[in-house]
Structure formats: C-alpha cells, structure tokens
C-alpha cells in the first residue's frame, strides 16, 4: 500500500536498482559462455600458450651420431611449429631436419632429428655453431648447437 508519491517513486527506484543488478549478474556469463563459444572471439580472451625447444645432444662429435629437437607444449599449447636450421659460419655444413614441422599435441612434445652432412678441410677440426629455430605464428624459440669435426673435439 503507497501512502505518498514519493513513497511510490522511491520503491520504484528500488527495483530499478535491482533489475540493472540481475543484467549485470546474467551478463557476464553470458557474455563468458559467447565467447567461449566461438572459436575466434574464444582466442582473443584466452590465455596463450606456449613452446619449448631443446635438445638432447648439445655438444655434437663423436658422442651423437645425431640430435633429437624436442618442442614440449607450456601451459596448453597445440598447434604446428616449423623448425630451421642455420649454420655459421655456413661453409661446410649443411644441418638436416626430419621433420622440418612438427604437430605439438596440448601438454606433450613432439620430435624432430638433426643429422649433418659436413666437409671439413681444415686441421685439426672444423667446428660451427647451430641453431634450431621453432616458429609458429608470430612465436619463437631456439636452440644452439656446437658441432665439431676432426680430431681434436671436443675444444
């Protein structure tokens, strides 16, 4: 029962109040659950994972015959990395990956081999410096490698 106007304005308020509240409150999940929903609006409100690379075999003479890349998923990432391999100095040398992309499954890794075909006319060794390179969109890592031949390695 109203007894003044003012009484009547003021409940009215009141619900007002209480009916932006429950938008408010309905809103936000929904607007949760939208975005989840679409695949690109779900991207651009999550959090990004990421990508390692290492090896087994940082030091290659005689020791590896080859080198295993690993590219190990952080905090949830999937997805392709292109691996690279460049040489310096570049003569001599030519690094070979297989694969050269790589599939990364969510919280697991995947593999590639490093193997190198070298031409050393120097004594007593030839010696370069590796590095593996994994890139997928605009995300980078690497990996050094040293790599000796002759017979005096490791230096």
């Known amino acids: 029962m109203i007894r003044s106007a003012e009484?009547?304005?003021?409940?009215?308020?009141?619900?007002?109040?209480?009916?932006?509240?429950?938008?408010?409150?309905?809103a936000i999940p929904i607007l949760t659950f939208l975005a989840l929903s679409f695949p690109?609006?779900?991207?651009?409100?999550?959090?990004?994972?990421?990508f390692s690379v290492s090896t087994n075999c940082d030091n290659f003479y005689s020791a590896c015959s080859s080198a295993t890349i690993t590219v190990a998923s952080i905090n949830g990432f999937s997805g392709t990395v292109r691996l690279t391999a460049t040489a310096?100095?570049?003569?001599?040398?030519?690094?070979?990956?297989?694969p050269s992309s790589v599939s990364v499954p969510s919280?697991?890794?995947a593999n590639s081999t490093?193997?190198?075909?070298?031409?050393?006319?120097q004594h007593p060794n030839c010696r370069w410096s590796?590095?593996?390179?994994?890139?997928?969109?605009?995300?980078s890592h690497s990996v050094n490698i040293f790599v000796c031949v002759g017979?005096?390695?490791p230096i």
């Open 7 to 26: 009484e009547g304005r003021s409940d009215t308020s009141t619900q007002e109040k209480r009916r932006k509240k429950m938008k408010t409150y309905l």
């Open 40 to 50: 690109g609006l779900g991207q651009a409100f999550a959090t990004s994972g990421d």
């Open 88 to 98: 310096s100095p570049t003569t001599g040398i030519t690094p070979n990956l297989n």
């Open 107 to 109: 919280g697991g890794n």
């Open 114 to 121: 490093l193997t190198f075909i070298t031409t050393c006319n």
């Open 130 to 139: 590796v590095t593996v390179t994994g890139k997928s969109g605009s995300v």
């Open 151 to 153: 017979t005096s390695c």
